[in-house]
């Protein structure tokens, strides 16, 4: 009967190195960082059934080795069996290293205090029935997840193999009386033989489901790989019409901006051009008549030829806005540049008999384009202007005021015009929104475009006077583009 042991132990030695070739040949299973807990389960319950063949003619140790390897291999299947649901930690693996050689140094004290077989047997079955019942534990909680058949036929051998092992304790403990040579007889074999052939069976099982999680595994990846491909085709068309709609909407941008500066080309002209038109006017009436004073058509033609340069500078400062060039800036005193700009806004205020109100408190320059702020002043000014010569205001006002706020220069215009509708003051910043019947709706867009490339704000609200109420502030500090 020892001799059919042996035999037996040889067959499951051999089955289970087959078992380990498959998992490093092309066709095995698909290599992952957890396939190691089985490869090492697999070598090692070879291994202890190779030292139960032999521990015949060698020394006892070798029944320690053998159960150790057996331990180890249960020990590594219980690991690879949690890998399926959860990450293995370090201190997983410390448990388990601990808990296999505590048993094994607990069998080794048994057999040199010369404990007999039975009660070897019934002391091992004690850990191998632990690290079972954890193994129906692990899996219960991977059922939850997995209800594939494979999965539910490796519980039921678990299962098996845990009531095996219990019989065989009990029967274990229960003939502890009894030596080698009568244990290992026919009334021992089949709970002997059935135990260890329930624990191949498991490594079958083990087996049989790998290749199934690997099957699906490729199935979906291939599953995955032709909807990503389908998805590539579909990302590629879904690009080529977004960098279609960016080309677009490029040239949209550009025909808008062209557009913005043909118009406010034509807005922030009309004025100069309008002067010079009335200049040319007045000197062609003189001649008609005969009357050419030199000293009158001195002072007309210099007023021509500021409005001529004035165009000049204002077909530049919208150029280099448009074109999003950088601020050219240099140090301006606000108050000296507002002071420069009464010489156009004061005579159209006073044949309007509108009195203008200058409160300047700001003693320092600032960082800025002086001819973009002052294209800004001359803007919101000729605004107040316009909405004051069409109001029946009888003392009609524009008070100008400047002071230092925060690291900000504060220039406030208001006036005692109409104002601005309840409707339009959420928009009056936009490009072509506007009050006025004739009006093109760029003034107010190009100021805060104006005040924004300054890094500057611009804010609108109802004067104290009752009209319209303009804010602007500038930082003190350089300004960058």
């Not at 960082?33 to 139960?52: D, E, G, H, M, T």
């Not at 193999?161 to 065989?168: A, D, G, I, N, R």
Request: glycine share 6%; hydrophobic share 45%.
């Amino acid at each position: 009967m020892q001799a059919a042991n042996q035999i037996f132990f040889s067959l499951l030695a051999l089955m289970l190195v087959g078992l380990y070739v498959s998992t490093i040949t092309p066709s095995g299973y698909k290599k992952d960082k957890n396939l190691i807990y089985w490869q090492a389960s697999i070598l090692l319950r070879a291994a202890a059934f190779v030292a139960w063949t032999v521990s015949p003619y060698l020394f006892g140790f070798s029944l320690t080795i053998a159960n150790f390897c057996f331990l180890a291999s249960m020990v590594l299947l219980v690991l690879l069996f949690r890998s399926w649901r959860v990450e293995i930690t370090r201190s997983s693996l410390l448990v388990a290293a601990g808990f296999s050689l505590i048993a094994i140094i607990i069998y080794e004290v048994l057999r040199q205090s010369g404990a007999g077989f039975a009660i070897r047997t019934g002391y091992m079955s004690i850990p191998i029935l632990i690290l079972s019942i954890w193994e129906v534990n692990e899996l219960t909680r991977l059922l939850k997840k997995d209800q594939s058949f494979g999965l539910k036929v490796l519980m039921g051998i678990v299962l098996v193999s845990l009531t095996v092992t219990f019989s065989v304790g009990v029967y274990g403990l229960i003939n502890h009386t009894r030596g080698v040579s009568q244990l290992i007889q026919f009334d021992s074999t089949f709970i002997l033989w059935g135990s260890l052939s329930a624990h191949l069976l498991i490594y079958i099982a083990v087996s049989s489901y790998l290749y199934q999680r690997l099957m699906k595994s490729e199935l979906s990846a291939r599953i995955g790989l032709e909807r990503s491909s389908t998805e590539n085709a579909q990302i590629k068309a879904l690009l080529e019409e977004r960098e279609g709609l960016i080309s677009s909407l490029l040239i949209a941008n550009k025909t808008a901006a062209t557009g913005a500066l043909s118009a406010s080309i034509a807005h922030e002209l009309n004025q100069p051009v309008g002067a010079i038109s009335l200049n040319a006017e007045f000197i062609q009436r003189q001649l008609n008549e005969g009357q050419t004073d030199p000293s009158s058509l001195k002072e007309v033609i210099t007023s021509i030829q500021q409005d001529n340069h004035r165009i000049a500078k204002i077909v530049s400062t919208l150029r280099d806005i448009f074109r999003q060039e950088e601020i050219k800036t240099s140090d301006v005193h606000l108050d000296e540049l507002i002071e420069q700009t009464k010489s156009i806004i004061v005579p159209q205020a006073r044949d309007l008999k509108i009195n203008l109100k200058f409160d300047l408190n700001v003693n320092q320059s600032i960082p800025m384009n002086n001819n973009e702020i002052s294209q800004v002043l001359i803007n919101l000014l000729n605004n107040s202007i316009e909405a004051l010569s069409n109001s029946n205001q009888s003392n009609k006002e524009i008070n100008i005021h400047t002071r230092v706020f925060g690291n900000y220069v504060e220039l406030k215009i208001s006036d005692n015009g109409p104002g601005i509708p309840d409707q339009l003051k959420a928009s009056i910043f936009d490009l072509m929104k506007t009050n006025k019947k004739q009006g093109m709706g760029l003034g107010l867009w190009l100021c805060k475009h104006i005040i924004d490339r300054h890094q500057g704000r611009i804010s609108y609200q109802q004067s104290s006077l009752g009209g319209a109420e303009f804010l602007i502030q500038l930082p003190i500090e350089c300004v960058g583009t």
